[in-house]
C-alpha cells in the first residue's frame, strides 16, 4: 500500500509568513509523530499524536509552532512568524497502535526554507 | 534524558571493504535500539531493530548486537558494496510509555567507491 505522504516536498518562505505542512499516514496507523531535521543533524521530535489527540508536544520549541489532526489521520504542522532558523526538513512518520511493534515508517519530508 | 552518540564521519570504503559504524546510547529505562537508513533522495527507512539484551538485528548483510553492558549498538556489514552508499542513523526508544519517540544520533554519510 501506499507510505507515509508529505506535501509540499519543498516549500520557501519569507521571513514572518505563515506556513502548513501536511502529513497523511499510512491508512491505519493511528500513531503519528513529527520531527525536524536540521542539516548535518540527526531527526528531533516534535509532537506526537495518538489518534486526534497530541499526547506529546513537548518537542515544539516555542508557541508558533502548532499541529493538528482533527480526523485522526491527516495531520498538519502549521508555523507562524517564521525565522531563518526554522529551516529544516520536517519529517513525518506513523506506525500502527502496537507498541510492541514500534516500527516508525517516515514521509520523504518537506524542505522547508526561510528566507 | 536519552541521547545516542555516533562516531564522526563522513566515511570512505572501497567496494567489499568491511564496515563498522560505531553506536553507544544513554538512556532512562530498558530501550529498543534502531539503525535507519537514508538513500540519496529518499526518506528514512528502517535498517534493523533490536528490542532486548543481545539481541542481534540483521537485514541486506547488515548486523549489529544490543550490548547493555557497553549501552552500544555498533552497525557491521562484511562487505559493502557501492549501493550501500547513504546516511546511517543510530536512534533509541524508550519503551515505558505508549509514546516511543524515537532518539536519533547525528547520523553518518558511507560513501562506497567502485
Known amino acids: 500500500g501506499a507510505g507515509v505522504s508529505q506535501t509540499p516536498s519543498n516549500k520557501v518562505t519569507e521571513k514572518g509568513k505563515y506556513v502548513e505542512l501536511r502529513c497523511d499516514p499510512i491508512s491505519g496507523h493511528t500513531a503519528l509523530y513529527w520531527y525536524r531535521q536540521s542539516l548535518g543533524q540527526g531527526p528531533e521530535f516534535l509532537i506526537y499524536?495518538?489518534?486526534?489527540?497530541?499526547?506529546?508536544d513537548s518537542g515544539l520549541p516555542n508557541d508558533r509552532f502548532f499541529a493538528v489532526r482533527p480526523e485522526g489521520s491527516v495531520s498538519t504542522l502549521k508555523i507562524q512568524r517564521t525565522e531563518r532558523g526554522y529551516s529544516a526538513v520536517y519529517l513525518c512518520?506513523?506506525?500502527?497502535?502496537?507498541?510492541?511493534?514500534?516500527?516508525?515508517?517516515f514521509g520523504a519530508g518537506t524542505r522547508l526554507s526561510v528566507l | 534524558g536519552n541521547s545516542v552518540t555516533q562516531m564522526e564521519g563522513p566515511v570512505t570504503l572501497s567496494e567489499e571493504a568491511f564496515l563498522t559504524i560505531n553506536c553507544t546510547y544513554t538512556a532512562t529505562g530498558y530501550p529498543s535500539l534502531f539503525w535507519y537508513v537514508q538513500y540519496p533522495g529518499e526518506g528514512l527507512q528502517l535498517l534493523l531493530k533490536?528490542?532486548?539484551?543481545?539481541d542481534k538485528g540483521s537485514n541486506k548483510g547488515f548486523e549489529a548486537t544490543y550490548r547493555k553492558e557497553t549501552t552500544s549498538f555498533h552497525l557491521e556489514k562484511g562487505s559493502v558494496q557501492v549501493s550501500d552508499s547513504a546516511v546511517y542513523f543510530c536512534?533509541?526508544?524508550?519503551?515505558?510509555?505508549?509514546?516511543?519517540?524515537?532518539?536519533f544520533g547525528k547520523g553518518i554519510t558511507l560513501s562506497v567507491r567502485p
Open positions: 512518520a506513523s506506525r500502527t497502535a502496537s507498541v510492541a511493534k514500534n516500527i516508525q515508517y
Open positions: 533490536a528490542t532486548k539484551a543481545d
Open positions: 499524536f495518538q489518534g486526534t489527540g497530541a499526547a506529546d
Open positions: 536512534a533509541l526508544s524508550d519503551r515505558t510509555g505508549a509514546n516511543s519517540k524515537l532518539t
